[in-house]
T-cell receptor
Framework: GAVVSQHPSWVICKSGTSVKIECRSL??????MFWYRQFPKQSLMLMAT?????????EQGVEKDKFLINHASLTLSTLTVTSAHPEDSSFYIC?????????????FGEGSRLTVL | DAKTTQPPSMDCAEGRAANLPCNHS???????VYWYRQIHSQGPQYIIH???NNETNEMASLIITEDRKSSTLILPHATLRDTAVYYC?????????FGAGTRLTVKP
């Protein structure tokens, strides 16, 4: 089946630094990728929708200047957490759709666990 | 957008069928029902999806009521590895929004 890969799978950083997380669709082209955040014992929360070649669409309450999303190619989207703080510590998950529209599958990456000290 | 309601938790005996219900009473005609599961500290795994008809694959069966207001995911022979949080999602446009899900515990 289709595979979506995230890197790194975990990262520890100091408060105030920036961290970049990559999301790649390995065997298909994804015009749209999605970024989620998940806190312990909670469900996934959609942060933003990333479209190749255009600006990302952010959900209400998600700071676009703090969570920078770049979708430079049909197989790669990146999420950069800028000036990270301990409250940004979370499990970040990306997903990609192989088919446009509602009826296609959405494949998820393995997730990236961020810990900000 | 349509929302779903699932029981917060369920238990199932190993080897038995696990039937996970989902209510989506406000679903509209062009919205699909998707099921994903998430094992601890991993990304969600696709299970199955459907629009109107019942669907079956190697993992599970999806039964959708005729009025489409509810559905049931069936794992025919649950194993310990099926212990996970199961999410029923009604897909709106192109994105996918998760509810609280059902935590299924398969017991020996």
């Amino acid at each position: 089946g289709a595979v979506v890969s995230q890197h790194p799978s975990w990262v520890i950083c100091k408060s105030g630094t920036s961290v970049k997380i990559e999301c790649r669709s390995l065997d298909f082209q994804a015009t749209t990728m999605f970024w989620y955040r998940q806190f312990p014992k909670q469900s996934l929360m959609l942060m933003a929708t990333s479209n190749e070649g255009s600006k990302a669409t952010y959900e209400q309450g998600v700071e676009k200047d703090k969570f920078l999303i770049n979708h430079a190619s049909l197989t790669l989207s990146t999420l950069t957490v800028t000036s990270a703080h301990p409250e940004d510590s979370s499990f970040y998950i990306c997903s990609a759709s192989r088919l446009a529209g509602v009826g296609g599958e959405l494949f998820f990456g393995e997730g990236s666990r961020l810990t900000v000290l | 957008d349509a929302k779903t309601t699932q029981p917060p938790s369920m238990d199932c005996a190993e080897g038995r069928a696990a039937n996970l219900p989902c209510n989506h009473s406000t679903i509209s005609g062009n919205e699909y029902v998707y099921w994903y599961r998430q094992i601890h500290s991993q990304g969600p795994q696709y299970i199955i999806h459907g629009l109107k008809n019942n669907e079956t694959n190697e993992m599970a069966s999806l039964i959708i009521t005729e009025d489409r207001k509810s559905s049931t995911l069936i794992l025919p022979h649950a194993t310990l590895r099926d212990t996970a949080v199961y999410y029923c999602i009604v897909r709106v446009v192109n994105d996918m929004r998760f509810g609280a899900g059902t935590r299924l515990t398969v017991k020996p």
